[in-house]
């Protein structure tokens, strides 16, 4: 199994994005879908999740500007972003969390130009 994040890329103040993260090979006992973010310096910190159910939740730093997604026949997780902001810049990584192990992808630089 591979998690393939893409999407990312360079994008003024107020822009928008959308990432992607296509999963290859077989996965099975999905538990929830993940997105996170690592700025230069800080921590990794998570930024949105979309359970089996469909629930989402959102950190408070992205709530109302970014939609978690997912396409259940193209194995693949969304992430739209819109009205970035310079401290939105970071590496995004997909999380795949099943109830056998969790998965990661490789990640994806977003820079936010002010």
């Known amino acids: 199994v591979q998690l393939q994040a893409s999407g990312g890329g360079l994008v003024q103040a107020g822009g928008s994005l959308r990432l992607s993260c296509a999963v290859s090979?077989?996965?099975?006992?999905?538990?929830?879908m993940r997105w996170y973010r690592q700025a230069p310096g800080k921590e990794r910190e998570w930024v949105a999740a979309i359970l089996t159910s469909g629930m989402v939740n959102y950190a408070d730093s992205v709530k109302g500007r970014f939609t978690i997604s997912r396409d259940r026949a193209r194995k693949t997780v969304y992430l739209g972003m819109n009205s970035l902001q310079p401290e939105d810049t970071a590496v995004y990584y997909c999380n795949i969390d099943t109830v056998y192990k969790e998965w990661w992808g490789q990640g994806t630089q977003v820079t936010v130009s002010s």
């Open positions: 090979g077989s996965i099975t006992g999905i538990k929830v």
